[in-house]
């Protein structure tokens, strides 16, 4: 049971590890700063798991004060990784989101004819000013006169294709759009609930995990001590026993000492 727990520890804790160094380095700028980011990420996860012993054995040894302070810093870093987990799940989702509404082929087509577009645009700006510098400004007038529908054009096609909505072919997408049409709800709320809620579990089952490891180390250490006592104590006793040792005396030894001591007043031995 004990590499039971073991493992369910240091899965859940690279997990939960992994989640935080994840949302970190989305807000690092260059290497150097996501490797701090990351360090500082795995220091507070070792904190954060080596608080919850601590608090326990110290409550159990009447010192609350202190174990209040482990308790108290346990519940504020489990707080951040959950909120750290939940985020990295959900900023993945929503990239994996984007880059599949990006890859479609109806947001293809659009950002291709507005490419066209601004490309006839720019063609149109650049010869009506080759012409206004060479003196032709009549004809470059003309051209100019055909920017603003490309312009209107152009406009209208990136109205469509903010209005395209986000799809996704992913089963969690799926998922949360089915249980968003159920309960009436927006998916991205039920997105975020959800991976909040998986976010808690993981936090909570590498608590319970944590606990039953120390638990069963603080028990295995308490047998190993009770085991080496008792070979000890049964030596002292046999200590004392063999440096106290019973004085006895034979019977006859005794009677031939007080026959020696009472003797007749004509000094003849005593006669049994």
Do not use: C
Not at 69 to 76: E, N, P, R
Not at 79 to 94: F, K, N, R, V, Y
Not at 234 to 256: D, I, M, V
């Amino acid at each position: 049971m004990r590499l039971i727990w073991l493992i369910t520890t240091a899965v859940l804790f690279t997990a939960s590890s992994y989640f935080s160094v994840r949302l970190l380095l989305q807000l690092a700028d260059d290497t150097a700063t996501g490797i701090a980011y990351g360090a500082v990420a795995i220091a507070l996860a070792l904190v954060q798991y080596a608080a919850l012993p601590y608090g326990i054995r110290g409550w159990s040894q009447g010192r609350h004060f202190s174990a209040s302070v482990y308790f108290v810093t346990w519940a504020l870093l489990t707080l951040l990784s959950i909120a750290a987990s939940a985020g990295a799940l959900i900023g993945d989702t929503q990239q994996q989101q984007h880059r599949q509404h990006t890859g479609s082929l109806e947001y293809q087509l659009l950002t291709s004819q507005i490419r066209q577009l601004q490309l006839q645009a720019d063609s149109i700006q650049a010869t009506a000013k080759t012409d206004s510098e060479n003196g032709y400004r009549s004809r470059a007038l003309k051209t100019l006169d055909k920017l603003p529908a490309i312009q209107q054009q152009i406009s209208e096609l990136r109205l469509q294709l903010s209005a395209l909505p986000a799809s996704s072919n992913t089963a969690a997408s799926a998922l949360f759009e089915r249980i968003a049409r159920q309960l009436k709800a927006d998916p991205d709320q039920v997105m975020t609930g959800a991976y909040l809620l998986v976010a808690v579990l993981i936090e909570l089952a590498l608590t319970v995990s944590v606990s039953a490891l120390s638990e069963g180390m603080a028990t295995a250490s308490a047998h190993m001590a009770t085991e080496q006592n008792t070979p000890s104590e049964a030596t002292e006793t046999q200590r004392h026993t063999t440096s106290s040792p019973q004085t006895t005396t034979e019977p006859g030894t005794l009677t031939a000492r007080l026959k020696s001591l009472i003797r007749p007043p004509d000094g003849r031995p005593v006669t049994s």
